[in-house]
């Protein structure tokens, strides 16, 4: 991809990303309960646990008959990529590899599908509505992806580890190959409906995410470029990120009002992040 290809494609999804939510608040949204995982806790008996890579898709919930959002949200997926999909109800990941969600995201929350949804796959890792433990709904969620025999419907792998050690090793090897991080599911545990405390999620580094208020000017190679964004949390806290953009991002960086997603190291003893990086914008859904 070129350069002028890939600042076109950026100015694309900041468009889409910034105006998603004023069109998807013309529809009714479901009322969906979902299942949110904690961060680990390092006091964890690691093999209770199903351990598999944490995706960096697009969460979306299937209700047996069209695809939600997180918020409840219509996915308008086309008719031939979800034609095959069982009527139970499912909790996964649109996703097409690694470290490509914002095409991922430019391709699923378009109001009108394109053939483009043919590299998209849902990526399973639950079943809400079933009754058994994590371990039975996980024989049951493979069942169903062999009946289906989509192209499309995957079961994200799910193993096990013996320690810490090798769960530490495990995410060493999946981040230094591209991916996000670990899910932990304990092997026991029945779903619940919010902050799950036997579901875990396991990263290099914690991320959030804020309003953006202002766009700082840079200096030195980055004169007339953004220099730094200065961002606002939900509780009113502003800082400044000035790290993680690209070049064609310093040139058209997200607009302010929009909301990004941004690494961090912990909090300062002020309550700051630690070594803010931008990540990417939020995508409305």
């Known amino acids: 991809m070129s350069n002028l290809q890939r600042h076109l494609l950026y100015i694309i999804l900041c468009y889409i990303f910034t105006s998603h939510s004023a069109k998807a608040e013309d529809a009714p949204k479901a009322d969906l309960s979902l299942q949110l995982a904690s961060v680990y ?23 047996g008959s069209k695809l939600l959002t997180r918020n409840g949200n219509v996915i308008h997926a086309p008719v031939w990529f979800i034609a095959d999909f069982p009527r139970e109800t499912l909790d996964g990941e649109l996703w097409i590899e690694r470290q490509r969600f914002e095409q991922t995201a430019s391709i699923v929350l378009r109001n009108t599908p394109t053939d483009d949804w043919q590299i998209i796959r849902f990526m399973l890792f639950d079943l809400p509505a079933h009754e058994g433990n994590f371990t039975e709904r996980l024989t049951q969620l493979q069942l169903l992806v062999e009946q289906a025999n989509s192209p499309y419907l995957h079961l994200i792998p799910q193993g096990k580890l013996a320690n810490k050690e090798l ?76 790290s993680g953009f690209t070049d064609l991002q310093r040139q058209n960086p997200p607009p302010v009002g929009a909301y990004i997603t941004f690494k961090h190291y912990g909090l300062t003893a002020r309550g700051i992040p630690r070594f803010a990086s931008f990540l990417r914008i939020k995508p409305e859904d």
């Open 41 to 63: 806790r390092h006091d964890i008996e690691v093999k209770d646990y199903w351990v598999s890579e944490k995706l960096d898709g697009i969460r979306a919930r299937w209700d």
């Open 167 to 242: 769960l530490l090793a495990k995410l060493d090897e999946l981040v230094a190959q591209g991916a996000e991080g670990l899910m932990l599911h304990h092997q026991d545990a029945y779903y619940q409906d919010g902050r799950s405390a036997s579901l875990f999620k396991l990263k290099k580094h914690q991320d959030a995410e804020a309003k953006v208020i202002a766009h700082l000017p840079g200096k030195g190679k980055y004169h007339y470029m953004l220099g730094a964004l200065l961002v606002e949390l939900d509780d009113g806290l502003q800082f400044k990120i000035g």
